[in-house]
């Protein structure tokens, strides 16, 4: 499975992102608005001052003359320490103030004060022209009042609301993505209680999901539910195939087998008769490679799904052990059993434990001589061991690891029929439990001697 | 013995029943569940052998069903599949051994005789002959007053014997009885169980006598 991308940091950064991207956005509101409204307060101030020093122009024989109201300028020092400038212009002369106060491009029309910004003396300055007519109605005047300002004190305002907008924007950024990732956390607590539903379960449990799940995530739990259903199908048709196969090859088999017998009874020539042992012989080896493999197959089959339950090893090896004793009467070969009486609890797949042991045991019987003894102990030390020791040809020198490869058989099995995968299941077996398959001679004397050690719980 | 044996493979029922014959057993054949009904409701069987596939239904449930009808007839089911494929155990369903297909009919008779062994009260399989009585159901061989309980092939060799007593029989008749196809053995065996055989009679009415290159034969002591 690659990881791809989390959606909890996506959705956490698209949430962020769009926090960051709001709180610059309020935060150039916050500094436009506001910068628009120091301007206006300056434009209104400095208007009024323009208008009330050309309400006191008057008219005179002698032309115009003004008595600077000080109210006016005075008005203005509030803000500040800014500068006030301040120009009268009449008939093209000024009559008073400062004579390089640059004049309005366009001569304000009545009424209307013009605004404009503009650098005089090294500043930035606003300055607000206002026009009056002055003088008797037959010989009115145009007088132009100019008042300017420079913008210190509001570039100041300016730098303390850029300031506030800046705390504010970087705050509601911060209290914006501690909730983003809270919301994405919270948004996906569906998905990690679907997950829940599902890592909880048991590896043989395909039932459906049943989790409670948002309409968004229920196409998703569809497929995954559709998608055990199919899983579930087929191991059900693996399962049934194995068996089907099984079926298939043993029943002609046991026909052939059965009539075999009876013909070996009826002939009377022994050169006949060897022949249909030999065929039974043969017979006999294929059965038991199509039963190995198909047990094989099962085994590993079964070992992804191990169905696991609390079981006695003692009755299991008890009841193993009872079951293979007619197959080693016919032999004269005594089966001998020396468990605990407690029970001995594991936890583990009982079918597969016992097929591990019958395959073992199947080994004993095979090669031992007529009229001995195989026995298998339970012991109870560190680990659990179910040994199964015999009496017969033992496993030879060299190295024994190799006998648990699919195949593989002894260098001393001679001419007695087997599959070479008894050991390879029993050692599957052992270690889908986590335990081993020990495999060596009998230290107390001739045969082979075979361990199935399992870890205690 | 009496068998039941419920088989839908044709051939392989007729192989079984004729091999079973040979030994002397008595065998009704049913194909489906439905003639094994008819055939249990009307005669008394030692041994039920019970097939698991059949055409009109799941052995198991014919075994479930006697169990509850608390019939106590032993069944040993023949099953082709393998034991690791089974998740139901069919000992738990109430069947008494199984063996799996093809079998050794040696193997097939000393399951039958471990299942009647283990059921006790049925009646004993007993053959006498001069005063000696043998129990192929117990494994024991009785006279004078005492038994003894007899090795599987030591058994299997009293049997041929006791099925016709005076009769002589060849050492490789006796091995074709005695082994399995399986056991690699050579006319020396049969001399050694012959022996063995002899040690057993010893102090009975019968005994075993070498018939000079015929065989050997059961005659009075």
Sequence with gaps: MTAGTSIRQ?????LAG??????????????????????????????????????????????????????????????????????????????TGYEDLPLPDETPQLGLPTFETLSYRGDEVRSVSVVRAVGPATNLQNVVVTVAQTRLGLEAISRRITATATGVGAGFFLVATALSLWAANLALRPIDRMTGAVTRRGPKDLRPVLAETPTELAPLLEAINSFMGRLRASLTRTEDFIAEAAHRVR?????????????????????????????IRAIDESSRSAEQMLDHAMVTFRADSLAVEQLNLSALVEETCERLKPTADIRDIAIRTKAPDEPLMFEGDSILLQAALQNIIDNAIKYSPEDSEITVRVDAGADLRLTVSDQGRGFGAGDHSKLTTRFERGGNVGNIVGSGLGL????????????TLEIGNNPEGVGACVSLVLPRL | MRFLLIEDNAKLAGAVMERLQLDGHAVDHAADLDGAKAYISAADYDLILL?????????????????????????????????VSDRVSLLDLGADDYITKPFDFSELEARCRAVLRRQGGVAANRKTYSGVTLDSTAGELAFAGSSHSLRNRELRLLEVFFNAPGRVFSKSHLMDRMFAFSDEASENAIEVYVARCRKRLDGSGAKIETVRGLGYRMVEA
Excluded: C, W
């Design chain 1, 10 to 14: 996506r959705l956490f950064f698209q």
């Design chain 1, 18 to 95: 769009i926090a960051a991207l709001l709180s610059v956005a309020f935060f150039l509101v916050v500094q436009v608005v506001a910068e628009r409204a120091a301007e206006g307060t300056q434009d209104d101030i400095l208007s009024a001052s323009a208008i009330a020093i050309a309400d006191s122009l008057r008219s005179e024989e002698s032309g115009v003359t003004l008595e600077l109201p000080y109210s006016a300028l005075s008005m203005l020092s509030t803000i500040n320490e800014d500068r006030v400038f301040y120009r009268v212009v009449a008939a093209g002369e000024t009559l």
């Design chain 1, 251 to 279: 029943t002609p088999l046991a026909t052939v087998r059965a009539q075999a017998e009876v013909t070996h009874r009826k002939l009377q020539k022994p050169e006949h008769k060897q022949a249909i042992r030999e065929m």
């Design chain 1, 424 to 435: 390879t299941i029993a050692d599957e077996v052992a270690r889908v439990h986590g335990g």
């Design chain 2, 51 to 83: 097939d698991i596939m059949l055409p009109d239904g799941d052995g198991r449930e014919f075994l479930q069903d006697q169990r509850k009808a608390e019939k106590r007839t032993p069944v040993i089911v023949l099953t082709a599949r393998s034991a």
